[in-house]
Each structure stands twice: as C-alpha cells, then as structure tokens.
C-alpha cells in the first residue's frame, strides 16, 4: 500500500504565492506519474498539472504560466509552485501517484490541501 500526504496549503491574498509538496510512502517500486488536482466547492474534480516518468509535463490552461511542477525521485515526493494566485485558485489540492509496487500496479492519492485566495 502507498501512502500520499500533502502539504503547504493555506490562505493567501490573491498576487501571492505558495508551494504544495507530497510525500509517498510505502512499498513503491516505479512512479509512472505524479499529478496535482484540485476540487473547487460545486465543481468536479480537475487535473492542475502532472508530471511523467520521462519528466514531461502537462498544465492545465488556467495554470500555464503560473504554476510549475517539479518532483524529487529520490524522495518520492512531487511540488508545485503556485505563483500569481487568483481567488479561482482557490480549492482542495490533491496530490495523485501512479506506479508499481513491484506485484501490483498503485493509484494513490493524498487526502488533500485546502488553498484559499483572497481578492
């Protein structure tokens, strides 16, 4: 089983900035994909940005510019920047991890972080 936590949500006035960072834990064998979603009351969830084995990259259109996504594979984890934040920011943040524990494939994700902007 693979454990995912997020962190670094928060409130912050719109202009502003803040960093999300997950951690995964567990038996993990090969990551695939680490992603960044976010959930906005009323609304479904929605891809914010991903980023593949191969180090690609995939940003929703409202982010580009804006937010970037790294990762550091020695520690499991995924970040994303999130510079320039408006008040249509604002949701749960989700981090999401697919990969392979070696006997069977994982599609974990974190319980989520809630990010609030301010007008």
């Known amino acids: 089983q693979v454990q995912v936590v997020e962190s670094g949500g928060g409130s912050v006035q719109a202009g502003g900035s803040l960093r999300l960072s997950c951690a995964a834990s567990g038996r993990i064998f090969i990551i695939n994909a680490m992603g960044w979603y976010r959930q906005a009351p009323g609304k479904q969830r929605e891809l914010v940005a991903q980023i593949t084995i191969g180090a690609g990259t995939n940003y929703a259109d409202s982010v580009k510019g804006r937010f970037t996504i790294s990762r550091d594979t020695t520690k499991n984890s995924v970040y994303l920047q999130m510079n320039s934040l408006k008040p249509e920011d604002t949701a749960v943040y989700y981090c999401?991890?697919?990969?392979?524990?070696?006997?069977?494939?994982?599609?974990?994700w974190g319980p989520g972080t809630q990010v609030t902007v301010s007008s």
């Open positions: 999401n991890l697919e990969g392979h524990t070696g006997s069977s494939l994982f599609d974990s």
